[in-house]
T-cell receptor, first 115, second 113 residues
Framework: DGGITQSPKYLFRKEGQNVTLSCEQNLNHDAMYWYRQDPGQGLRLIYYSQIVNDFQKGDIAEGYSVSREKKESFPLTVTSAQKNPTAFYLC??????????????FGPGTRLTVL | DQQVKQNSPSLSVQEGRISILNCDYTNSMFDYFLWYKKYPAEGPTFLISISSIKDKNEDGRFTVFLNKSAKHLSLHIVPSQPGDSAVYFCAAMGLGANSKLTFGKGITLSVRP
């Protein structure tokens, strides 16, 4: 089955620790995205990558870092510099970046709780 | 500055009736609009989309209407079913390879049996 997987589903960390969230896709999609969702809020873009070894900051990139060494993988690191890391994190992918491929497809999400 | 606004946080309708979910946007550069459905603790699933060159797109029980002059779109669900109860996000994007999705805050739809 093709899709996007995020692991783990729930993650707990102590304040001050860095944590890496996994996102893998086997859809052969070029572009990948990271969003966070907070209660009563829409999805806000953290980082995105349109091609391997390249990525751009989204609207709320401070305190986060990413890498895109492989087409199918786009891990997100939440660093200790992120002031409010507790949130629901969503990874998405998109087949291409032309106007023929506008839909983004989402993974199941990771709930990060910082204690 | 919210470029995509879903001003009604919730909507409750009777099963079998029509659900109308509204969305307004401010950025005239937006060219493509999408609706996503989301259940708690799950990722959003794509529902339906519309390009700015159209004013209507229909897919089964779901129809999206776009009024470009008013910068307004709406999602109609007919007939509504209890399984439609979820949060619905409106999203918009402009043209170009670097274009990103901008999401509204979502509307919680409850369909009463």
């Amino acid at each position: 089955d093709g899709g996007i997987t995020q692991s783990p589903k729930y993650l707990f960390r102590k304040e001050g620790q860095n944590v890496t969230l996994s996102c893998e896709q086997n859809l052969n999609h070029d572009a990948m995205y990271w969003y966070r969702q907070d209660p009563g809020q829409g999805l806000r873009l953290i980082y995105y990558s349109q091609i391997v070894n390249d990525f751009q900051k989204g609207d709320i990139a401070e305190g986060y870092s990413v890498s895109r060494e492989k087409k199918e993988s786009f891990p997100l690191t939440v660093t200790s510099a992120q002031k409010n890391p507790t949130a629901f994190y969503l990874c998405a992918s998109r087949k291409g970046t032309s106007g023929n491929y506008n839909e983004q497809f989402f993974g199941p999400g990771t709930r990060l709780t910082v204690l | 500055d919210q470029q995509v606004k879903q001003n009604s946080p919730s909507l409750s309708v009777q099963e079998g009736r029509i659900s109308i979910l509204n969305c307004d946007y401010t950025n005239s550069m937006f060219d493509y609009f999408l609706w996503y459905k989301k259940y708690p603790a799950e990722g959003p699933t794509f529902l339906i989309s519309i390009s700015s060159i159209k004013d209507k797109n229909e897919d089964g029980r779901f129809t999206v209407f776009l009024n470009k002059s008013a910068k307004h779109l709406s999602l109609h669900i007919v007939p509504s079913q209890p399984g439609d109860s979820a949060v619905y996000f409106c999203a918009a994007m402009g043209l170009g390879a670097n274009s990103k999705l901008t999401f509204g805050k979502g509307i919680t739809l409850s369909v009463r049996p």
